[in-house]
C-alpha cells in the first residue's frame, strides 16, 4: 500500500505540536484569561411573570431580530422554548402586520 520511500515517513511525528507552549502560556499571552465560568441563560419571559409577548409590541419584538432580521436562536437568547415558539410566532405575524420588516437590506 505504501511505498518504501514515502514522504510519510520522512515527516516528524507528534502531530505539529513541537515548540509550542501549552495552553496556560497562552492565555497568559492573551492577557491572563483563564477558564471561562460560563453564567447560565435565564427566559426573560418566565423572569417577569407580568410580562407578555404580544406581536403589536415591536420594541420587545426587535430585540430578538438581528440587523437582516433574521431571528436569534434561543441557546443566544436564553429563552425557554415555550417562549421561544411564542415569540417566532409573534414575530411572524408582526411581519405579516408589515410593523417589522421581513428583510432589511
Not at 3 to 22: A, I, L, M, Q, V
Not at 57 to 75: A, H, M, N, S, Y
Amino acid at each position: 500500500m505504501y511505498r518504501e520511500n514515502s514522504s510519510r515517513r520522512d515527516r516528524p511525528t507528534g502531530g505539529g505540536r513541537e515548540g509550542r507552549g501549552s495552553d496556560r502560556d497562552r492565555d497568559r499571552e492573551r492577557g491572563g484569561r483563564g477558564a471561562r465560568v460560563f453564567r447560565k441563560k435565564v427566559c426573560r419571559f418566565c423572569g417577569e411573570k407580568g410580562s407578555t409577548i404580544n406581536f403589536k409590541d415591536t420594541e420587545v419584538v426587535q430585540k430578538f431580530l438581528t440587523e437582516k432580521g433574521k431571528i436569534i436562536p434561543r441557546r443566544i437568547t436564553g429563552n425557554c422554548s415555550k417562549h421561544q415558539r411564542i415569540l417566532a410566532r409573534a414575530i411572524k405575524r408582526t411581519r405579516h402586520s408589515a410593523l417589522v420588516a421581513f428583510q432589511i437590506d
